[in-house]
Structures are given as structure tokens and as C-alpha cells.
């Protein structure tokens, strides 16, 4: 992006609160998210990580409080949603592939439907894709013949394919077997080093370290403690985060 | 030691009273009697080729038809019933409890004899024709439960991709979700169509012309009109001559689909 962007933050959440029926997950969350940042997002399970994240583009709705991405309100009505998203990618803890298509068809079906791209330009930038991830020569397979690695770095060329502005990342790691975290971080690093805006839900505090430019620790539905990753993770401040990381490290 | 000589000893009885009882039917039986009622083979060679070009071909036909108005209504019914709009879901769930729990002899006889009174009208293809809109009426139901619960298969990550990826509900439903619950479906499915296939013989409530006589009502004139019995077995034959494969490939799809894609 060449022009100054029309907006302060590429993700800017106000004040977020979020319930399910009488289980307040969130419990206002203010955080944002530089243009060509990598954020990483940590904390206990059931802490909010993964509703904070999916609030952002709106899988799931706010109770209260806003949302805003490079400056567009997404509880606005008149918000184009499918269009904002269409610039938010997403990767998920499961992948989410679609299995009854072929690696190709999955990175080529919403470049179709919703950037009305033509099927030669859509399998174009599908196969750069794929190489970025190094899988060039799976474009044929189907998901279900692809390891757990493979088909994560299968939906990251998924969703780079929307020439997306950032990235979310639920935890992409977990899900995989150990040998097989390597190529995908591989690839999150490579990403980052391209100046990609990413926030990343995710357990691996070597990544958050190397990679991240901000670490957010949450707990209980609030942000605990945020800063600089190495400094919150050689110096905590907080005793729940002392404590979190005790654990995981 | 005990229990194993117990067991042996209770198949045993079992063996013995299911050979006796075999036996007891074999002698019992007035073959001469069953012959001459059901396996006339005079009468069963007068059948053809009437029994395949005409009814079984119309057996056939029906069910098509029934099938194909069936699954476009169905598919409807089940996206009416799982829409954000509540009265489309009332009016889906309406239909699919009212159609379910009537007999469909009844539904038929209804737009045969009593629709067309009341309103003055001619439906495409006579009584027939009036018979198999009910026909399609009846099955859309049952096909729409089947298909809501296909739909409902598919795991919730499969739309949010979707919807992360910015496609509208609309598209995430034709190009994500349908394709997946239509493969979920298959099997029970079939077993729809197996169910059609036998109901097509209500159809003989409505009164056909020989040319438009499926099998059922096609071997009941055969009954009446040679005093025999014959006319049933073969159209039995020709049912089984459909149903029995594919009875046997929803077994074979839904074991193969038990070990998993
Ligand atoms: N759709 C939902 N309906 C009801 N409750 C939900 C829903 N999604 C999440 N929750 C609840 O919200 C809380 C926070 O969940 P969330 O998934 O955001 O946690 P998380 O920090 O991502 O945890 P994890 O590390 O286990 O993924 C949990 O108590 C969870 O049970
Ligand atoms: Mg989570």
C-alpha cells in the first residue's frame, strides 16, 4: 500500500463484549492490530481467544461494543460484509477445506463467486499460491489424501488467494502432528516476512517470540497483559500470566 | 463347561424346532393348489410382453416422475424449514407433519376424485395424472426431512470457510453445503425411492386406462379378468426384479460409508 490507508488501525476492537445466553466470553476487549503487524494471542483455553478473533470478522456477532476493519464498521448495517471478508482471511484450527472438491477447486471457488474472476485468472493465482506454500503439485488432489500439514498450508493458499489485506489465525498449529508444525509456521514466518498484517491465536511461544510484534495475553474475557513478546515472556507482570506461562513454557 | 453345554444344547432345540416346523409347512402345503393359483405358466407366458412394456414401464415412469417432483419439492421444503425467516419454517413444518402423518392412499383419493369436483378440474393425464401429483405431494415430505438432516450433517466449519472467504449464503448453500449433504444422503435416498417404487401401486385407487396401468393395477384386471392368481407373482417378480438390487446397494453404500470416506 503505497497511499496513507484512510483508517488508524487495520483491526480496531472498541470496548468488545460477547455472551453466550448468560456466559459473558468477553468482557470489553479494546485491541487493535497495525498494518504489517503480527499479533499473537495467547492465554488458558476457554479464555475468549478464539471469539475475539472470530468477532472480527464477524462469524460471530458482538453483543456489545464495535469492530472496526481498515476503518469500516462491521456491525454497520450498510456494511458490505461478504466484501470486507472477502479481505480478511481466515485459517482454522480444523482447516475446513471443502472435501468434495480438488485442492485447485477449493482455492478457485470464492475467487469465482465473489471476486467474479475467470477460471483461467482464478487458476492462476491458485497455482502461485500453492507454490508459495510448496505445494504445486497437489493441485489435483483431493483434501482427504493430503496430510494435516498439507492441508493447512492448503487453506492458507486458500485464503491467499483473496489477495487478502490480513490474516486470522485460530490456533493453526494444534490440530497437527509435531513433525508437522514446522512447514506451516514456515510458511505463517515467510508470510510475516512479506508484510502481511496477521493476528494469531496460537500456543507456540517460540513463534510469538520470533515472529510476533505484539503479545496479548487473555484471560477470563479480558486482555490481561500485552506487549512486546520477548518482554512479556521473559519479564510477566501479571501473576495469572507468570503462572499461564509456567505452564506452557 | 456348563454354560458352553447349555448353550449347545439351546441351539440345538432351536435347529430341531426350525427343521420341524419347515417340514410341517412342506407337508401341510397343497402344492398342486398353490401351482395351479400362482405359477400357471399358460397364463403367466399370455402376460408378456404387456407386463414389461406397459406396466412395468409405467411402474417405472411413476416413479421417476414421483421421485423427480419429489426431491425439487423436498429440497424446497427442507431449505424453507431451516431458513433465518420463522414463517417459512412454519409453513415447511406445516406441510411436512400434515403429509407425513396421513396415509397416502388418502392423498390420493383426495386429488383423484374429490379435487377435481370441487374445483372443476381436469388434471394432465386423468385421475392418473391427479393420482401422482399426490404421489409427489406425499414423498416430498418425508424427502425434505431426509435432505434438513443431510444438510445439517455437514459440519459448521464448511459454512464459516465459506463465509470467511466472503461467499454469500446463498453460494455457500449451492457450491458448499448441498453437494456434501447430497453424498450424506444418498443411501437413505435410495431408500425413499425403494418406498416409491411400492407406493406407485395407490395409484390403482385412481382407475387407468390399460395404457396407463402400472404393475399392481395391471395384475389385478389380469386377476379378474383369467380367474388366476399368476398375474400377482409375475408383477411380484418385477418388483423385486427392482427393488431387491437396490435395497442391496443401500446396504453396500451405507457400509462403505460406516468404514468412512
Ligand atoms: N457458540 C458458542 N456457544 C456457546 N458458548 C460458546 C460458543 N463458543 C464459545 N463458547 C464459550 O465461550 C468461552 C470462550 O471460548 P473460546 O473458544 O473463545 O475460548 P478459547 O480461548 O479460544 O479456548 P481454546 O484455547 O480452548 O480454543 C468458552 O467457555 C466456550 O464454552
Ligand atoms: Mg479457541
Known amino acids: 500500500m503505497t497511499s496513507t490507508p484512510a483508517y488508524e488501525h487495520a483491526i480496531d476492537v472498541q470496548q468488545l463484549h460477547k455472551s453466550f445466553g448468560d456466559n459473558e466470553v468477553l468482557k470489553g476487549i479494546d485491541f487493535h492490530v497495525d498494518d504489517g503487524e503480527v499479533v499473537c494471542v495467547i492465554g488458558p483455553s476457554g479464555s475468549g481467544k478464539s471469539t475475539l478473533l472470530r468477532c472480527v470478522n464477524q462469524l460471530e456477532v458482538p453483543t456489545k461494543g464495535r469492530v472496526l476493519v481498515e476503518g469500516v464498521d462491521m456491525s454497520d448495517p450498510e456494511t458490505d460484509l461478504n466484501d470486507v471478508r472477502s479481505r480478511i482471511g481466515m485459517v482454522f484450527q480444523s482447516f475446513n477445506l471443502f472435501p468434495h472438491l480438488t485442492v485447485t477447486a477449493n482455492l478457485t471457488l470464492a475467487q469465482r463467486r465473489v471476486k467474479k474472476r475467470g477460471k483461467a485468472e482464478a487458476e492462476k493465482c491458485a497455482l502461485k499460491n500453492l507454490a508459495r506454500v510448496g505445494l504445486e503439485d497437489k493441485a489435483d488432489a483431493y483434501p482427504a489424501h493430503l496430510s494435516g500439514g498439507q492441508q493447512q498450508r492448503v487453506a492458507i493458499a486458500r485464503a491467499l488467494s483473496m489477495d487478502p489485506d490480513l490474516m486470522l489465525f485460530d490456533e493453526p498449529t494444534s490440530a497437527l502432528d509435531p513433525e508437522l508444525v514446522g512447514d506451516v509456521l514456515a510458511v505463517m514466518k515467510s508470510l510475516a516476512s512479506e508484510g502481511m498484517t496477521m493476528m494469531v491465536v496460537t500456543h507456540e511461544m517460540g513463534f510469538a517470540r520470533e515472529v510476533g510484534d505484539k503479545l496479548v495475553f487473555m484471560d477470563e474475557g479480558v486482555i490481561m497483559e500485552e506487549g512486546d513478546p520477548a518482554e512479556v515472556l521473559s519479564n510477566p507482570q501479571h501473576a495469572r500470566t507468570q503462572e499461564f506461562l509456567s505452564k506452557v513454557l | ?236 417378480l418385477m418388483y423385486l426384479a427392482v427393488t431387491l438390487p437396490l435395497t442391496r446397494l443401500v446396504a453396500y453404500m451405507e457400509r462403505r460409508g460406516a468404514r468412512g470416506r
Open chain 2, 1 to 236: 463347561m456348563k454354560r458352553t453345554t447349555k448353550t449347545r444344547l439351546t441351539r440345538g432345540v432351536m435347529y430341531a424346532i426350525f427343521v420341524a416346523a419347515v417340514a410341517a409347512l412342506v407337508l401341510a402345503a397343497d402344492w398342486p393348489a398353490i401351482q395351479k393359483a400362482f405359477f400357471n405358466v399358460e397364463i403367466a407366458r399370455e402376460l408378456f410382453p404387456d407386463v414389461v412394456v406397459i406396466a412395468a414401464k409405467n411402474t417405472i415412469i411413476y416413479t421417476a416422475i414421483a421421485f423427480a417432483g419429489g426431491m425439487v419439492l423436498g429440497l424446497v421444503l427442507a431449505l424453507m424449514k431451516l431458513s433465518p425467516v420463522a414463517p417459512y419454517r412454519w409453513v415447511a413444518t406445516a406441510y411436512i407433519e400434515f403429509f407425513r402423518g396421513l396415509p397416502a392412499l388418502l392423498v390420493i383419493f383426495t386429488f383423484a376424485f374429490a379435487v377435481p369436483i370441487a374445483f372443476q378440474w381436469r388434471p394432465p393425464g386423468g385421475s392418473a395424472g391427479a393420482g401422482l401429483l399426490a404421489l409427489i405431494i406425499v414423498s416430498a415430505a418425508y424427502i425434505a426431512e431426509t435432505i434438513r438432516a443431510g444438510i445439517q450433517a455437514v459440519p459448521k466449519g464448511q459454512v464459516e470457510a465459506a463465509h470467511s472467504l466472503g461467499m454469500p449464503a446463498g453460494w455457500t448453500m449451492v457450491s458448499v453445503v448441498l453437494p456434501q449433504a447430497f453424498r450424506i444422503v444418498i443411501p437413505p435416498l435410495t431408500n425413499e425411492l425403494v418406498v416409491l417404487i411400492k407406493d406407485t401401486s395407490l395409484l390403482f385407487i385412481a382407475g387407468m386406462a390399460l395404457s396407463q396401468q402400472e404393475l399392481t393395477t395391471f395384475a389385478r384386471d389380469g386377476v379378474s379378468s383369467v380367474g388366476n392368481s399368476t398375474p400377482l407373482t409375475i408383477a411380484a
